[in-house]
Nanobody, 126 residues
Framework: QVQLVQSGGGSVQAGGSLRLSCVASGRTYASDCMAWFRQRPGSEREGVAAIALDGTVQYAISVKGRFVISKDIAKNTLYLEMNNLKPEDTAMYYC????????????????????WGQGTQVTVFS
């Protein structure tokens, strides 16, 4: 069994920064592919960023250059550093894990991920 526990998020003025964390416990592996997704009310869950064991990363076009995904294997923790936040970044953010992806050529769909965090709200006001 795998558990993903998120922290971080909150409210921030446009242009500000926030950092999300996601601690994994249970049957996790260094080879896991980890990702961040977000979901706005009335919309489908969309990929934000992902990182694979081989170091490949992928970002949504809307966040590229502003968000940075990283993983501390020793701490079993995934991070999402979000800079220059915009009101359109307002959403519930989720971390996710799968052991079925070795490298990334594009953002994987949510359906490929086996485990999910509880979600954390990010609100950006102008």
């Amino acid at each position: 069994q795998v558990q993903l526990v998120q922290s971080g998020g909150g409210s921030v003025q446009a242009g500000g920064s926030l950092r999300l964390s996601c601690v994994a416990s249970g049957r996790t592996y260094a080879s896991d592919c980890m990702a961040w997704f977000r979901q706005r009310p009335g919309s489908e869950r969309e990929g934000v960023a992902a990182i694979a064991l081989d170091g490949t990363v992928q970002y949504a076009i809307s966040v590229k250059g502003r968000f940075v995904i990283s993983k501390d294997i020793a701490k079993n923790t995934l991070y999402l550093e979000m800079n220059n936040l915009k009101p359109e970044d307002t959403a519930m953010y989720y971390c996710a894990r799968t052991n079925n992806i070795n490298t990334l050529r594009a953002l994987p769909p949510a359906s490929l991920f086996d485990n999910w965090g509880q979600g954390t709200q990010v609100t950006v006001f102008s």
